[in-house]
């Protein structure tokens, strides 16, 4: 077996060294996201909170429209009812400014699940949407069975129950295309508001979000 020469052992040794260099660098960002939850460049993992489960209401237009239909998109959820006299009509307003923001963006939605079904019908809820400008098949407006959707509400999205719609959550909610909620945001706050669409962005970069 030949010796190696000088020049090839330092090159050996090069390569050895960056081969070294790279596998602790590797770990040393790994650890640094188990440790706090921050991937490359200290931008931090959204972390998965729960996974939906499998639901089925109406859409405005009067077709079916369940988790399996959102799945490969990112979506924003919020709970409102037609009728109610104070926080979801900004929480409306809100929603069609993420849809303005984000029109642009493939694989993006927004659902909002009215807690007032019995009232909420398909025609009220398609009157209520164009007061919006909510453009079809982006922005969903789900009504149902008012049992399905207090049960979707309190042990799918973990918001709390729709029993008094007054009483019914305010947060918008970010799903990824898995269905998994990913994060929770205060409607009334520009801050909170401004990480959705951040959020939301980064889910639609992630091409197993």
Not at 54 to 61: G, P
Not at 155 to 167: A, N, R
Request: charged share 25%; hydrophobic share 40%.
């Amino acid at each position: 077996m030949s010796r190696l020469s000088p020049h090839d052992f330092r090159r050996l040794l090069l390569a050895a060294s960056i081969s070294l260099m790279l596998i602790s660098l590797g770990g040393l960002l790994w650890l640094n996201l188990r440790l706090t939850g921050k991937g490359l460049f200290g931008t931090a993992a959204l972390p998965v909170l729960t996974q939906l489960p499998d639901f089925q209401l109406v859409e405005r237009n009067g077709q079916k429209l369940g988790l399996a239909d959102l799945r490969g998109k990112v979506w924003i959820a919020d709970f409102i009812f037609t009728r109610c006299p104070g926080p979801c009509p900004r929480m409306s307003s809100r929603m069609a400014s993420l849809q303005r923001d984000l029109s642009g963006k493939e694989g993006f939605g927004l659902v909002s699940i009215t807690v007032d079904p019995d009232f909420d019908t398909q025609d009220v809820l398609a009157k209520y949407a164009a007061q919006y400008q909510a453009e079809k098949g982006r922005w969903f407006f789900l009504t149902g069975d008012k049992t399905a959707i207090h049960y979707l509400a309190k042990s799918g999205f973990l918001v709390g129950g729709v029993d008094d719609v007054t009483l019914h959550t305010t947060r918008f909610v970010l799903i990824d295309r898995q269905g998994r909620v990913r994060g929770y945001y205060s409607s009334s706050d520009e801050d909170e508001l401004q990480k959705l669409r951040s959020d939301a962005g980064a889910l639609l970069r992630e091409t197993g979000a």
